[in-house]
């Protein structure tokens, strides 16, 4: 979405030129290809963990980490492989959003009129609140030591993550259409008048 946006914004002419249908499914195939890497070497690693006296996660869901501590097998390489693979994805990802960003700020601070800045950044402007709750998630339950994490916290990012994310997207992204903006100010202002009264 960030790259998209950033050739919406960047080279608004040549968009339909740009973004082909090879250019689009491109990036898709690496983050696919990417994701089948990632799993295959979280599921080969999950396999040489050992299981003996519990069987039952304290997480609502399976995620790597709490099977990694029911496991009564060391596994000090499975964490270093966990970690090592999330910074690169994460990071990686997010870097490549900052960068298409901080290319889409310089493009629209060019752009002489106010209504046309203003367009554009509303452009924006749906994306970023999604992807810094994404981010932000991941990289609390991902990329922190798990010494000093308590399981209750763990898992109520979980849940951020799991749970809110995906409800929020609807919300956040249909906030930018018009007639949904319109009529959520209706039903406010009605809500409001009828309190009053």
């Not at 979405?1 to 990036?27: E, G, H």
């Not at 070497?41 to 990694?68: E, K, M, W, Y």
Request: glycine share 4%; proline share 3%.
């Amino acid at each position: 979405m960030a790259y998209d946006r950033f050739v919406a914004i960047c080279n608004s002419w040549l968009y339909n030129v740009t973004m082909s249908k090879r250019v689009s499914l491109q990036p898709l195939a690496g983050f696919y290809l990417c994701a089948c890497v990632n799993a295959t070497v979280h599921t080969c690693t999950a396999f040489s963990l050992s299981f003996g006296h519990s069987n039952v996660l304290d997480h609502f869901f399976c995620d790597i980490r709490p099977l990694q501590e029911i496991s009564c097998s060391d596994f000090r390489i499975n964490k270093l492989v966990h970690f090592t693979f999330a910074a690169i994805e994460t990071i990686g990802t997010i870097l490549i959003i900052l960068i298409s960003y901080i290319y889409i700020i310089f493009a629209i601070l060019r752009i002489r009129s106010t209504a046309g800045r203003h367009k554009a950044f509303s452009t924006c402007a749906s994306h970023l609140p999604v992807a810094s709750i994404l981010y932000g998630t991941l990289i609390f339950t991902y990329l922190r030591p798990s010494s000093g994490s308590s399981v209750d916290s763990e898992k109520t990012v979980a849940g951020v993550f799991t749970l809110l994310v995906p409800t929020l997207n609807p919300l956040i992204y249909s906030l930018r259409n018009k007639e949904v903006k319109d009529t959520l100010r209706r039903t406010i202002y009605q809500k409001t008048i009828s309190r009053c009264m």
